[in-house]
């Protein structure tokens, strides 16, 4: 099974940048479907972006044009390009994976491995 460590996050002024990590280890992501999801305290887990095994990328309508999700499969890496953050980005953001995937859902339902989470502050 694999495991994701999340990396990057921290706090940072409106129109600022932040480059998310998630380092896997157990398994190659390669072969997942990988996503990037943030929550509020008291909201619900929601989806941000997320890309197929074939490289097909998915992004929140809020997020479009702002962020990219890349992955680099020799580093076994995921990441998450954030721009022009605002305030409404403010979240705990989480890295999750699933294997086997036939179709990139990004809903929590449809990813059974996840990390930690790490902190993203606008301000």
């Known amino acids: 099974h694999v495991q994701l460590v999340e990396s990057g996050g921290g706090s940072v002024q409106v129109g600022g940048s932040l480059t998310l990590s998630c380092v896997a280890s157990?398994?190659?992501?390669?072969?997942?479907?990988m996503g990037w999801f943030r929550q509020i305290p008291d909201r619900e887990r929601e989806g941000v972006a997320g890309i197929e095994s074939d490289g097909s990328t998915s992004y929140a309508d809020s997020v479009k044009g702002r962020f990219s999700v890349s992955q680099d499969d020799a580093k076994n890496t995921l990441y998450l390009q954030m721009n022009s953050l605002q305030p409404e980005d403010t979240a705990m953001y989480y890295c999750?994976?699933?294997?086997?995937?036939?179709?990139?859902?990004?809903?929590?339902?449809?990813?059974?491995?996840w990390g930690q989470g790490t902190q993203v502050t606008v301000s």
């Open positions: 999750a994976g699933e294997n086997p995937c036939y179709e990139l859902r990004m809903t929590t339902a449809d990813f059974g491995y």
């Open positions: 157990g398994d190659t992501i390669g072969r997942y479907c």
